[in-house]
């Protein structure tokens, strides 16, 4: 995958596709695909023209290669998906060997196609549904960067706090020092309301956005003026830092607990 700026490059997705299709004098050969993302939450806030000189906005799309080298890029193979300004965050390679040049219908300059209806109906249903959910997780990760930065006020309401609280073990029999605090959202089983995570003296807490919980807390706040509702969505947040402290501090019988009181949360929630 092509690199960006920073000295960073696009990650892969997920593992690289592989598709065999018959060759015209009966053999067979391969096409492979890989998809990549961009990192949404480190490169969100750059200026317009940097991302678009770096390539990030009017870069993304379908790279085709033939046997290594690029001979098109557009948005191609998608189905019926069409493309989006979401759609910049992601990246796809297909990449195919010359004796498939029938199937991608190669130009005479070998600088565009014209795929037949086999290589159609081989990939597009796949690879139309993972745009699909790139897109969405794109847009999720935005959702994401937005919620962590309206979260910035109980996380620093919560460190303030920190240094006169009793230090959190280590599990060596002493104590780390204050803590500083995170707050993002994420996918989680549908009984578990948060996740918590301890590393490097930050404390991370997942919200579920699949949980009823997450709907039923946050909603409402949306709809408050902006002063009530920094002020309500500050003690929510504060009630499960301060539950999510106690927790990494106590144990796994303490995650049993909180694995039982979230899906008897969610239980009674549904009954609203």
């Not at 803590?179 to 009984?191: A, E, K, N, V």
């Not at 301890?198 to 699949?210: A, F, G, H, P, R």
Request: glycine share 10%; aromatic share 8%; net charge neutral.
């Amino acid at each position: 995958m092509s690199k960006f700026i920073k000295g960073e490059a696009a990650t892969l997705a997920f593992a690289p596709l592989a598709y065999e299709l018959r060759t015209p004098d009966g053999g067979l050969a391969w096409v492979h695909v890989r998809f990549a993302s961009l990192p949404v939450h480190r490169w969100h806030d750059l200026d317009k023209i940097t991302k678009r000189r770096s390539g990030i906005v009017g870069g993304g799309g379908i790279s085709v290669l033939r046997a290594g080298r690029e001979i098109t890029h557009g948005w191609h193979l998608m189905g019926g998906k069409r493309r989006e300004n979401y759609d910049d965050w992601w990246r796809c390679e297909i990449e195919f060997e010359p004796a498939l040049d029938d199937h991608f219908g190669i130009t005479i300059n070998k600088q565009g196609i014209r795929p037949s209806a086999e290589l159609r109906e081989a990939l597009e249903p796949e690879l139309e549904s993972i745009a699909r959910m790139l897109n969405a997780r794109v847009r999720q990760s935005f959702e994401d960067v937005k919620f962590q930065a309206a979260a910035q006020i109980s996380c620093r309401v919560a460190a303030t706090a920190d240094p006169d609280l009793p230090l959190v073990g280590d599990g060596r029999g002493s104590g780390r020092g204050p803590l500083s605090y995170r707050i993002s959202t994420t996918q989680l089983t549908p009984d578990l309301l948060f996740a918590t995570s301890l590393n490097d003296s930050t404390l991370e807490v997942q919200l579920n956005v699949d949980h009823p919980a997450f709907p039923a807390l946050y909603a409402p706040l949306q709809g408050l003026s902006e002063g009530a509702g920094v002020q309500l969505r500050t003690a929510v947040e504060l009630l499960l830092l301060s539950l999510a402290r106690a927790s990494v501090d106590s144990g796994n019988g303490t995650d049993q607990l909180l694995a039982r009181w979230s899906s008897t949360y969610g239980r009674m929630l549904q009954k609203v």
